[in-house]
């Protein structure tokens, strides 16, 4: 029987024409369907215990982006990490990820908000796990945010021209990585890379 991997995708609070639901954009769920994988969406409103259990079915989590945190997003990342489950965060989701551990400060950035495919390039550091997944020291981003975080307990692995960090990882887990950019908006080679290193690892 074929161990198809399951990836659960939190989903965000989200407010629109005063109407409040919990949801995700659609191109992160149809990133995976380049792979052979199940996805479960979970909502981040949910009661802590009940997330829990929704874990318990997947080999992975997707933490990403969305407006604002919540309680449960930093219950979230103590607990995969403390049970080493494989976690890939993206944007917000990075930034919950840096920010569960101390000594880590956010700042809004004023510039780094685009609706352009690829807003700058970032530099990736030789000596981590995303260089080793893209192969590449330099590649081009999108750029969606308006918070970054300047420092990280987390090794650093990327950062844009203007010294905001881009990627965290952690290598001692199984597979606890951040990048503040939207892979699943892009899906260029790099983006495949990163997303099937993801599976590669539950």
């Known amino acids: 029987m074929i161990n198809i991997k399951k990836i659960g995708i939190i989903l965000r609070k989200i407010e629109e024409n005063n109407k409040k639901f919990v949801g995700i954009r659609l191109d992160m769920f149809q990133a995976f369907k380049e792979f052979d994988v199940i996805t479960i969406g979970i909502p981040i409103t949910n009661d802590f215990k009940v997330i829990k259990k929704t874990i318990a079915w997947c080999d992975g989590i997707i933490l990403p982006g969305g407006d ?112 503040l950019w939207h892979p699943e908006s892009i899906m260029d080679t790099n983006s495949y890379e990163l997303f099937k290193y993801f599976i590669k690892s539950l």
Do not use: W
């Not at 551990?101 to 970032?122: D, G, P, R, T, W």
């Not at 081009?140 to 990882?169: C, F, P, W």
């Open 68 to 179: 604002n945190f919540l309680e449960n997003d930093f219950l979230l990342v103590k607990y995969l990490y403390e049970n080493d489950i494989p976690v890939l965060g993206i944007c917000l989701g990075m930034q919950a990820m840096a920010l569960f551990f101390n000594n880590c400060q956010e700042i809004k950035v004023l510039n780094h908000k685009s609706n352009l495919k690829y807003a700058h390039y970032i530099n990736i550091n030789k000596d981590s796990l995303l260089y080793k997944i893209m192969k590449k020291k330099t590649i081009m981003v999108n750029s969606r945010h308006t918070s970054g975080i300047i420092n990280s307990q987390l090794k650093v692995n990327a950062y844009s021209k203007d010294g905001i960090i881009e990627g965290i990882e952690d290598n001692t887990r199984k597979f606890f990585l951040g990048v």
